[in-house]
């Protein structure tokens, strides 16, 4: 087995705890209910089926969220699975906001609960359950209504949102004898771009000097946006909340970036950081492409230019 990122004690180190909990990757929804008058919304990926025969789903709640007296109250909800292109919507019912559904497209589902516009699947419930665990209560729900739609779904996997791919070795699988090989060579562009990603991610992490692939990320999302928010610096960076969170806490603590009136800027210290990973990431590429034509690599660069939007 190889040297892990983290082994100890969960209990004694909750963030690095919730890191390894990252590893699994989830769907992302947004639970939404109604309690008397109220509607409460709460982004959720601890979401997860349970038993076909009944059909029962699962769903967890943090007992310190201000919305959870509703949810533990409220007779019926619905689990709205997030499409790719709702990222927005994720972000907005993760805070707690009075009207939090007056700039929302919904409408009332048959159980009363709110369903969103746009999303991948609803499952309309009513609460079957409550059963204690930890600083979370596991609500257990009885599926009355299921639809879907034809959608890709949006993911949530290491801190960041993701969205879906066909793995490379699957897509040459689905190679069948009846189709055009010039289809089947198509297709396998961004596959290829993929699995270079992955390769050049893991060959530069020895020149990383300590830092994370996140770190790196966060300075120069700094470095090009100076003056940048946090919000701005999690959509940059495509990091998601959490791990923006634990990047900049550890970039603040050595040093490298400075943060005043809740904006970010690289201090000398996170230039010359910079300037060192750079000259490194210069090397290794001069190293992996000495034996690729000049012609070839224009091409590639254009490739990429027009793909990146530039």
């Not at 190889?2 to 004690?9: A, E, F, I, N």
């Not at 990603?197 to 966060?218: I, K």
């Not at 490194?280 to 492409?289: A, S, T, V």
């Amino acid at each position: 087995m190889s040297v892990p990122l983290y082994d100890g004690d969960p209990a004694q180190d909750s963030r690095e705890f919730r890191r390894c909990l990252g590893q699994f990757s989830t769907g992302v929804t947004v639970i939404t209910g109604r309690a008397g008058q109220t509607l409460v919304g709460m982004t959720v990926n601890s979401f997860s089926s349970v038993s076909l025969d009944p059909p029962l789903i699962l769903w967890s709640a943090d007992k310190k969220s201000s919305r959870f007296p509703f949810f533990q109250v409220a007779p019926h909800f619905a689990i709205n699975v997030l499409a790719e292109n709702q990222v927005a919507l994720s972000r907005h019912f993760r805070q707690a906001m009075p009207e939090q559904f007056a700039c929302i497209e919904w409408e009332r589902g048959r159980n009363g609960a709110p369903l969103l516009s746009g999303v991948a699947a609803v499952f309309e419930c009513t609460r079957e359950a409550l059963h204690e665990a930890g600083d979370h209560v596991i609500i257990v729900g009885r599926v009355t209504r299921a639809m879907s739609f034809e959608r890709r779904l949006l993911l949530f996997s290491q801190g960041r949102y993701r969205i879906p791919a066909d793995h490379p070795d699957d897509v040459i699988q689905a190679k069948s004898d009846d189709m055009p090989q010039a289809a089947v060579d198509s297709s396998l562009l961004l596959s290829y771009l993929f699995r270079a990603n992955h390769r050049l991610s893991a060959a530069f992490a020895r020149f990383r000097e300590g830092m994370t692939r996140d770190q790196h990320r966060v300075l120069i999302g700094i470095e090009r946006h100076p003056d940048i928010t946090f919000d701005e610096l999690s959509q940059e960076t495509f990091l998601g909340v959490q791990a923006t969170e634990d990047a900049v806490s550890t970039l603040l603590a050595e040093g490298s970036i400075a943060g005043v009136t809740g904006k970010y800027n690289l201090t000398e210290r996170g230039r010359l950081r910079r300037a060192e990973l750079m000259k490194h990431l210069g090397d290794m590429e001069r190293e992996l492409l000495r034996d690729v034509p000049q012609s070839l690599r224009n091409a590639g660069r254009q490739v990429l230019q027009i793909l990146a939007g530039d």
